[in-house]
């Protein structure tokens, strides 16, 4: 990558076991599914896919094991021009995940990190000259903590911190995300974690969390859309009423979105806009890693909000 330029994504590839069936098993209970996919996943690896999908110059930083499943986790970044040259192979299984889809299109996920758990500060630094000239890097949180905060503390552009699930990273390297993302549950559970004021609803966590010194704040809200501030009133952007066939993935590619959108120099209420579009576009397809339209604009009628 040129110097300040493209997206560094350090972060989880999986491959996904997409089960789909009618209804959620109760805890105990047996129930018989109807199909079993391998695709491609993981929380980075879906982002850095949708953020090339949509013209960004991606780098993805991370680890995969030594196993057939690698070669499947690594399919759709190959095809979608992300550089893998950051991505190592260590000895042992990749990453995968159990996803239970069913007819409503609500998803179960069981993540065995395999490789992931394996990325080290030294494998994450091993990649510094390319994290320091990303004009944005993405870290989600299936990394171990040190290394997702190794990242954050490299980047020397836009640091996106997208704490899906929240893990217990220092408080002073997670006050650089710009923005940080988050959904109504991580939001709530982080603005807990900060010590900060008791929220009574989504734009009040979203204030919060701002008060404890985020320059900005993003909160996904699936089909309601999502909320954002950086200082200002805290804006809502509604989603496209869509039918969704498969949730999974789908804030990883609002995640995706946004960060290509933001790499090239968007403002953040357009580049959530955006985001917003993508995500309700990504929900009408099965697995975590659809293709999308070439360029955001290019998204068909129907997600203009
Ligand atoms: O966010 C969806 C992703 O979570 C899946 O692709 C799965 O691999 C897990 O990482």
Do not use: W
């Amino acid at each position: 990558m040129d110097s300040m330029r493209g997206i560094a994504v350090v972060g989880s590839i999986n491959a996904d076991l997409l089960v789909t069936l009618e209804r959620h098993p109760q805890p105990g209970e047996t129930v018989l599914g109807r199909t079993m996919t391998v695709l491609p996943g993981g929380k980075g690896a879906n982002q850095a896919v949708a953020a090339a999908l949509l013209g960004a110059d991606v780098m993805m930083v991370g680890a995969v094991g030594t196993d057939s499943h690698a070669v499947t986790a690594l399919s759709a970044l190959d095809s979608a021009g992300v550089d893998l040259q950051a991505v190592q192979r260590i000895d042992g299984g990749t990453g995968v995940a159990i996803v239970e889809v069913s007819d409503d299109g609500e998803n179960t996920i069981v993540v065995l990190p395999g490789a992931n758990a394996a990325v080290t500060p030294a494998l994450v630094a091993a990649s510094e000259a390319a994290i320091r000239t990303a004009a944005v890097v993405v870290v989600q949180g299936e990394l171990p903590a040190d290394a997702t905060a190794e990242a954050v503390r490299l980047a020397s552009g836009r640091a996106i911190i997208n704490l899906a699930p929240v893990i217990a990273v220092d408080r002073e390297v997670l006050l650089r995300a710009d923005p940080l993302i988050v959904n109504e549950h991580e939001g709530a559970l982080l603005l807990t974690q900060l010590g900060g004021a008791e929220a009574g609803d989504h734009a009040a966590v979203v204030a919060g969390l701002l008060a404890c010194g985020f320059a900005s704040v993003v909160m996904t809200l699936g089909a309601a859309g999502a909320l954002l501030s950086d200082g200002g009133a805290v804006r809502a952007v509604p989603a496209p009423q869509v039918h969704a066939v498969d949730t999974t993935g789908a804030g990883d590619a609002f995640v995706g979105a946004l960060a290509a959108r933001l790499a090239t120099g968007g403002s953040l209420d357009d580049a959530v806009r955006v985001a917003v579009r993508v995500g309700s576009y990504a929900v009408q397809r099965p697995g975590a890693q659809p293709s999308y339209p070439t360029q955001a604009d290019e998204l068909p009628a129907g997600h203009e909000v």
